[in-house]
């Protein structure tokens, strides 16, 4: 079998001329097997009808192996040629033919320093594509982030203005008055509350003590 590279042909069949030659090899083989045993049988059946040609089924086979063997040598060489012609004339392009899908390549030809260069270009714009999906994600994870920071500081004025509506009810007007004047409140709280839990230390210990 023809071992010559054929890129081009297998570009344009879809399939590699010495591939189609092996299975036109095998099934041509194939097929002569199948002839020998018909032709065995044949023998075979000639020799029933007749009982006085003593000629035993070992020696029928070694003939129709010899035989197998002399016809598979001859269709060896001549199989060989026909590869040659097939691949020589019809599975194969003539080096003036070009494929409809490799004429852009002859309407915008390129040198091979003008592919690395083509090539170097689209390595530099991918990874500038993907420099600027990572900056595209990074401001959109801040700009999540802000819209986080914004939602809470208008629950804080939210909280502010609701504040100041109820120290406007109880008639005071000033924000900073009104938190000076929660401060205090809430100091007095603390220290009554601290006051608190004191005398109930105190109970326990005597309740204890009792």
Excluded at 155 to 184: I, M, P, Y
């Amino acid at each position: 079998m023809s071992v010559r590279p054929m890129a081009y042909e297998t570009q344009f069949f879809g399939f590699t001329p010495q591939t189609c030659m092996l299975r036109i090899y095998l099934a041509f083989q194939d097929y002569l097997f199948e002839m020998m045993v018909v032709v065995e049988s044949v023998i075979l059946k000639k020799l029933e009808a007749l009982p006085a040609v003593q000629i035993s089924r070992f020696e029928i086979r070694k003939s129709t192996e010899k035989f197998l063997h002399f016809m598979k040598a001859r269709f060896d060489q001549l199989f060989e040629k026909m590869e040659e012609v097939l691949l020589q004339l019809v599975l194969s392009i003539p080096d003036n033919v070009l494929l409809p899908e490799d004429r852009v390549h002859q309407q915008y030809p390129y040198s091979q320093e003008e592919f690395r260069a083509l090539q170097d270009e689209i390595s530099q714009l991918q990874q500038q594509c993907r420099a600027e999906a990572a900056a595209g994600q990074a401001l959109r994870a801040e700009l999540e982030e802000q819209r986080a920071v914004q939602a809470e500081l208008e629950k804080v004025l939210q909280w502010f203005d609701g504040l100041e509506n109820v120290c406007r009810e109880h008639g005071t007007g000033n924000f900073k008055e009104s938190l000076a004047f929660l401060t205090q409140n809430c100091k007095k709280l603390q220290d009554v509350l601290r006051d608190v839990e004191k005398k109930s230390k105190n109970i326990k210990k005597s309740e204890q003590l009792l």
